[in-house]
Structure formats: structure tokens, C-alpha cells
């Protein structure tokens, strides 16, 4: 049996069939019904079979439903029908927001997205489900009532909600001075900066403490700001200050934000990020288990790969760049040679898609004096790369952790998978292959966990009132296609979903994008 929608939601659908009906058969309001679905709803319980009818964006009903004269019939099938997925960490704005469109048609569902279709069709995004990103992230996104205008104007596929970031503001008020502590009196400009991207709908403060210029702020700085986000309703999300050698400080920082401003604060892509600290998966679900006992809001997300994706001077936490000592300490204990893949690289275009161990060869000399002579270039710590910094039994230890949701961090270029393969590799090899959990526990983790993780409301779970985010997949077939290897073979498309709704509108079916742009600006508390 379904549960009883609130009196509340029943008198929201009651009233849109009602204004429907009141038009006249001319007027009447067009209905989607979904039928023969096996429904999982994101909560967490057992599929079960039914039927869901939307009206306009919203869900107006779940349950044995009859066909009205007005509804379209979606046949199902059978197939599983969840909640839209919610990627609380995205980099997909990037490319999407402000696109002027593609060359026309469509990429197939298997094949790599290039520029056939118009980007702000998000196919890397829909082709797994995704109906919503939140981006700001690693503190970057600032000036929001702007952007969301200009995503208002010209909306995409999917929805966007942002984070006001700490770096860009921090960049704002003490510009190309920042290898400091902030002064009092900045730390109060920062502040009304974060105040007004608040005010705009952000949905809290995001910090990227391993990059500048936020590597340099002191903890109290971060403290004051994000109670500035808490003290307005929102949320403090963290790349936190070191994923690697001081992996255990950073993360009481982040539990010590959400313990002083009593407000709720979330990991962002948690990692062990060290051969050193392999196999200690427990021992962090342990203090995050212990923090929440405590009283703490702690949550996490993570996406299912053991190689992470930033730049290449991010390995030096101290960007002493020509420090032999730790250039050797970095190859032997963080990332090794053959374990770093160049991404992008202006001064050495030759050298993307090869790892620092080839091109250690390619230059005649030892991995270590590679890398320095790489980072004596001018602008080379900013090249991008992709390392492997993880094991996989950690990943899978912490994702299966119950507060931890699924997302991407991902983007639709360079050569990390993630973008294009991390919800589907999930639903995938992690359950139907590898049986971590269950099928209905990877959409909870991508759907209701994190819309409740970043403060979303009414989407992440399939009831009525709900935005109709959905998405039809087959459980049987469902799989990631992207990998790391040549170029392009991380832009293919994931496999298995066969029709995505945002909104009420079909943006994705039978493999290809459809053309509609039903995308939504989520502010903080909407």
C-alpha cells in the first residue's frame, strides 16, 4: 500500500485536476500517467508497483491510478522509476550555463556527447538521471543573483542551485594579496559579500581549502563566515584543507564549524587521499559517527573513483615547488608517477593523456626531477590533472556509509570518467555487481539523502506535490561506458535510462536529448 499523501499535498493535487476540469473539455489540463512502473520513491523502501500521474511540473499522484481523458500514457514496463538524481557536487555548469547551443541532432546514448547536441541539453547529465547540480563548489561561485538571472533567461535541461564560495569572495577583497590571514576588517567585507549571495538563494558557503586563495585563510576566518551562512539558514560544504597528510585535522575543522555554528556542514567528495592512510575507512566513519552522536549535522558525498581530478600544484600543500624532498615524498606517498595523467597542459599540449612517468621518459630523466622541472615552467602548477589517490575498498566502505550521497564533481570534457559514469557505475557494478546495497538504497543516496544533504525541498523523492524529477531506468542493463584512456573515451554516454522528466517535461528519451529546457534556479529554501 502507499502511504496517505499529507492533507496538505492532497489538497495541492485535488486542486490542479479540479482547475482542469473547471476549463472544460477544450481546456483541459494535460496529464502525464506514467503506468505499470516498478516505483522506488527514494526513501529507502522496497519497490513497488503503481503508476504516477504529473500535471505541469508536479507530481499530483502515486498509487493505482485510472487513465483520464486527459492523460498522455507512459507505459513503463516494469522498469524502475525513481526520483531525479541530485549531483550535490558538480562542475557541469561549466560549458552548460550561458551556452549558445550545438550543431543540431542528437548523441546516442553509448557513444561520446562532442558538440552535436546543443549543451544546455546536459547529456552527460540526463543520460544518467541527473535532473539537478549544485554547483559554488570548492569555493568558487560568487555575484549569484546574476548568474541566476542569466540562467533564468536562458535555462538548461536540469536544474541549478549554487553555493557562495569562499575563495571568490576572498579573491574579491584582498585580490592578488591573499598569501595571508585576513584582516579584521576584510574578514567583515567578506561577510557581507556572503550576506548578499545568501540573499540572492544561495545555498550556503562552499570552501576549497587546498586552493588558493583559501589555503592561506586561517580557521577563524572560515569559522566567521560560514556562521554567516548558518545564521541565515544555511549550510557549510568543504573541500576540506587536506585530503591527504593532514587528512584527520582538516576533517575536525569542518566538524568544529558545524559544532560551534550549529549548522549543518558536509564533505565534500570524501576521500582518503594517500597510500598512507589506506584502509583507515573505518576509522573515519567512526568520528563521523561519532560527531552526529555528538549532535553535529555532519554528511558527506562521493563519487566511485579512486582517481581524483584537480591540478598539478595542488600536490604541494606548501607550493614549495622546488623542494626535492617533498617531490619524492609526493611520488612515493601521494600520487605515484604512473598514477598522474595529465588533463591539460598550455605549455606541453603533447603531454595530455600521458602520465608524469612517460613523460619522465619522454624527457630522459627520473619521475622526481620531472615533476620539478615541470613546475619551474611559469603557469604549470595550474595544469590539470588526474591522480590516483584512493583505494578502492575505501571507496566502497564510505560510500555504503548511510549519511554519504552520491555525486560527480565531475564536468563534460578533460579525461576523468566521473562526469559522464558516476550515478550509472553506481546503480551498476556497485549494485547489481558488486551488491553493496540495494537498489533502492543507491537512490535514496542519489535522490532523497541528497536533497536533504544540501537543504533541497520538494524534489529527491517521488509523492505528490513533488516536482516531477524522474527518471526511468532498467536495473538489468544500467552501466557507465566512460573510462580513462585515449580522448574521448571519458565523454561516453552511460547506458540504461530510458526516459528523464525535469520539471514535468521529457528532456531525455530513448538515448537522446529532446530539446526542452525546463531547467529551474533552486534558491536556498524554494
Known amino acids: 500500500m502507499f502511504t496517505m ?21 477544450a481546456q483541459t489540463v494535460s496529464t502525464t500517467l506514467i503506468r505499470n512502473a516498478s516505483i522506488i520513491d527514494g526513501s529507502g523502501r522496497p519497490a513497488r508497483r503503481g503508476d504516477v500521474r ?17 492523460d498522455r500514457i507512459v507505459d ?14 558538480s562542475h557541469h555548469d561549466r560549458g552548460l550555463v550561458g551556452a549558445r547551443g550545438g550543431r543540431g541532432g542528437a548523441a546516442t546514448a553509448g557513444g561520446d556527447s562532442s558538440a552535436r547536441v546543443d549543451p544546455r541539453a546536459g ?9 539537478t547540480i549544485v554547483i559554488g563548489q570548492d569555493g568558487g561561485g560568487s555575484g549569484l543573483a546574476a548568474l541566476f538571472a542569466s540562467i533564468e533567461a536562458r535555462p538548461p535541461a536540469v536544474n541549478i542551485a549554487s553555493y557562495v564560495g569562499h575563495g571568490a569572495i576572498r579573491s574579491k577583497v584582498l585580490g592578488q594579496d591573499f598569501k595571508r590571514h585576513a584582516t579584521p576588517d576584510e574578514i567583515e567585507r567578506m561577510k557581507a559579500l556572503v550576506r548578499e549571495d545568501m540573499n540572492a538563494g544561495a545555498l550556503g558557503l562552499s570552501t576549497g581549502l587546498e586552493y588558493d586563495p583559501g589555503i592561506y585563510s586561517a580557521p577563524d576566518e572560515v569559522l566567521a563566515l560560514a556562521k554567516v551562512a548558518g545564521d541565515m539558514g544555511g549550510r557549510y560544504i568543504s573541500h576540506m584543507r587536506s585530503e591527504d597528510r593532514q587528512f584527520w585535522a582538516a576533517l575536525d575543522e569542518l566538524i ?23 584502509g583507515q575507512a573505518d576509522s573515519v566513519i567512526h568520528v563521523l559517527n561519532r560527531a552526529r552522536a555528538a549532535g553535529v549535522q555532519v554528511t558527506a558525498d562521493i563519487y566511485p573513483y579512486t582517481f581524483w581530478q584537480s591540478n598539478l600544484g595542488v600536490l604541494f600543500p606548501k607550493r614549495n615547488f622546488a623542494d626535492s624532498v617533498e617531490a619524492a615524498f609526493v611520488l612515493a606517498h601521494v600520487a605515484r608517477a604512473d598514477g598522474i595523467i595529465f588533463n591539460s597542459f598550455a605549455r606541453h599540449p603533447e603531454y595530455v593523456g600521458k602520465n608524469l612517468a612517460q613523460v619522465a621518459r619522454m624527457r630522459g630523466t627520473s619521475d622526481v626531477r620531472a615533476l620539478l622541472d615541470l613546475l619551474a615552467e611559469p603557469g604549470s602548477s595550474g595544469s590539470g590533472i588526474v591522480a590516483r589517490g ?12 548511510p549519511f554519504a550521497n552520491v555525486c560527480s564533481d565531475g564536468t563534460s570534457t578533460g579525461l576523468h570518467p566521473r562526469g559522464f559514469g558516476s550515478f550509472s557505475k553506481v546503480l551498476g557494478p ?6 553493496l546495497f540495494s537498489l533502492e538504497e543507491a537512490v535514496r543516496k542519489m535522490s532523497s539523502l541528497a536533497a536533504s544533504n544540501v537543504g533541497i525541498r520538494e524534489r529527491g523523492s517521488i509523492e505528490p506535490g513533488y516536482f516531477a524529477d524522474l527518471v526511468l531506468f532498467d536495473p538489468t542493463t544500467v552501466k557507465d561506458n566512460a573510462d580513462f584512456g585515449p580522448p574521448g573515451t571519458a ?10 522528466w525535469v520539471n514535468g517535461q521529457v528532456v531525455f528519451d530513448g538515448g537522446k536529448a529532446t530539446g526542452a529546457y525546463p531547467g529551474k534556479v533552486i534558491r536556498r529554501g524554494k
Open 390 to 401: 584512493m583505494d578502492d575498498e575505501d571507496v566502497e566502505r564510505l560510500i555504503q556509509w
Open 491 to 500: 565523454q561516453r554516454l552511460a547506458t540504461g535510462v530510458q526516459t528523464v
Open 430 to 435: 556497485y549494485v547489481r555487481d558488486k551488491k
Open 256 to 278: 568544529t564549524i558545524g559544532r560551534v555554528n550549529h549548522m549543518p556542514v558536509q564533505v565534500s567528495h570524501i576521500k582518503l587521499g594517500m597510500v598512507d592512510l589506506w
Open 54 to 70: 504529473i500535471s505541469g511540473e508536479r507530481i499530483v499522484g502515486v498509487g493505482t491510478l485510472a487513465p483520464l481523458p486527459s
Open 5 to 25: 499523501p499529507s492533507l496538505s499535498r492532497f489538497a495541492f493535487c485535488l486542486g490542479v485536476l479540479l482547475v482542469g476540469a473547471s476549463r472544460g473539455s
Open 123 to 131: 547529456l552527460a547529465m540526463v543520460s544518467q538521471g541527473v535532473t
Open 76 to 89: 513503463a514496463h516494469g522498469l524502475a522509476l525513481a526520483p531525479g538524481f541530485i549531483d550535490t557536487h
